[in-house]
């Protein structure tokens, strides 16, 4: 059971990055996933969830992120992908893709001004 | 409120009980869960849906609920057991709620 994301860097203000998360060992089509960050030196923060194909797809983002990230799933790639745009210096941290029992490695966002 | 809060930190001595407190008003009509994260890792689940251990977890962690109130608890620390612990939950619309976290040291 593994997740591993993909897709950080270093990205100007007001830019865009696109995130990607590779699942393998379990049923992804069936699960329920979700992006949370962590900015330097800073606890965990959830970002948004999206649900099954079974569940309607249906997604929700924290306030901080609403209208600015979108969250999607490829479900033939086992892929689930986070898309932030109009990036503000306070979304500089480390993303997580997660189930809840099942967390990535993360990957590094670092938005300069 | 949809607020967690834990204390910043605490600190006990090897072989001690150490109790992580994570406090918030809809805790009652929620479950509760706690991680563990370690400097330069990914957080690991310890405790589920209150009080169920996840399997590969120590038997010292241990999760429990009072009121408005779960309390994570780790009997016989360990040095390995040194870490940062957040509680997490989620409103009614279902997104996730964390806690801020505590330090727990082991001195």
């Known amino acids: 059971v593994q997740l591993v994301e993909s897709g950080g860097g270093l990205v100007k203000r007001g830019g865009s990055l696109r995130l990607s998360c590779a699942a393998s060992?379990?049923?992804?089509?069936?699960?329920?996933m979700n992006w949370v960050r962590q900015a330097p030196g800073k606890g965990l923060e959830w970002v948004g969830r999206?649900?099954?194909?079974?569940?309607?797809?249906?997604?929700n983002y924290a306030a901080p992120v609403k209208g600015r990230f979108t969250i999607s799933r490829d479900d033939s790639q086992n892929r689930l992908y986070l898309q932030a745009s109009s990036l503000k210096a306070e979304d500089t941290a480390v993303y997580y893709c997660t189930t809840l029992t099942v967390w990535g490695n993360g990957t590094t966002v670092i938005v300069s001004s | 409120s949809n607020e967690l809060t834990q204390p910043p930190s605490v600190s006990v001595s090897p072989g001690q009980t150490a109790t992580i407190t994570c406090s918030g008003d809809a805790l009652p009509s929620r479950w509760s869960y706690w991680y563990q994260q370690k400097p330069g890792q990914a957080p690991i689940l310890v405790v589920k849906k209150d009080n169920e251990r996840p399997s590969g977890v120590p038997e010292r962690f241990t999760g429990s609920t009072s009121g408005t109130t779960v309390t994570l608890t780790v009997s016989g620390v360990q040095a390995e057991d040194e870490a940062d612990y957040y509680c997490q939950s989620t409103d009614t619309s279902g997104a996730w709620v964390f806690g801020g976290g505590t330090r727990l040291t082991v001195l």
């Open positions: 060992g379990f049923t992804f089509s069936n699960a329920w």
């Open positions: 999206i649900k099954s194909n079974a569940d309607g797809e249906t997604t």
